[in-house]
Each structure stands twice: as structure tokens, then as C-alpha cells.
């Protein structure tokens, strides 16, 4: 079985995902885990600089398809990217 993401403002469909097995869930929340604890020993410079290479792809694709979706993603870099700074200065 496959899901549809379709964009709500125009009923199109933008792409398919194939639906994922209890496995591969739990090794795709393994793999964040790990990657989270990498990216929290990083410097401020290097996840700043991330954070702007995934804006920059989430805009060039999404903006295109969806602009609410991307004013959303955008937003929660925003409010991700504050509450790290916030944590840095306490």
C-alpha cells in the first residue's frame, strides 16, 4: 500500500510514499536517535549552517507545491532555531 500526499489547497496529488513495516519504522527512529546525538556535540556554526541547507532544499521544493506546508516548515525552523539559542544563553 502506498500513501498520497495531496496538497489540500488544490486536491493534487505531490507525491506517493510507500507505507513502512514496524521494522523499518524502528530503525528510521533508531537512525534519528543516533543522528541527534551527533548533532548535539556540534557547534552552533555547523547546525546554523544545516538548518540554512534544509530551508534553502524545504523551499526549493515545497514552496513550489505548497506554500502553506512550506510557510509551516519554515516556521518551525524558526521556533527550533530560537529555542536553541535560547538554551545556549541560559
Given at each position: ?36 546525538l ?18 534553502r ?20 525552523v ?13
Amino acid at each position: 500500500m502506498t500513501l498520497q500526499a495531496v496538497n489540500p489547497a488544490n486536491g493534487k496529488k505531490i507525491r506517493s510514499y510507500p507505507e513502512m513495516r514496524h521494522k523499518q519504522i524502528h530503525q528510521a527512529v533508531e537512525q534519528s536517535y543516533h543522528a541527534f546525538l551527533h548533532w548535539r556535540k556540534s557547534d552552533l556554526a555547523q547546525r546554523s549552517q544545516k538548518m540554512k541547507e534544509i530551508a534553502r532544499i524545504f523551499s526549493r521544493e515545497f514552496l513550489q507545491e505548497s506554500p502553506i506546508i512550506a510557510f509551516f516548515i519554515f516556521l518551525f525552523v524558526v521556533i527550533f532555531l530560537m529555542s536553541i539559542l535560547s538554551a545556549l544563553l541560559t
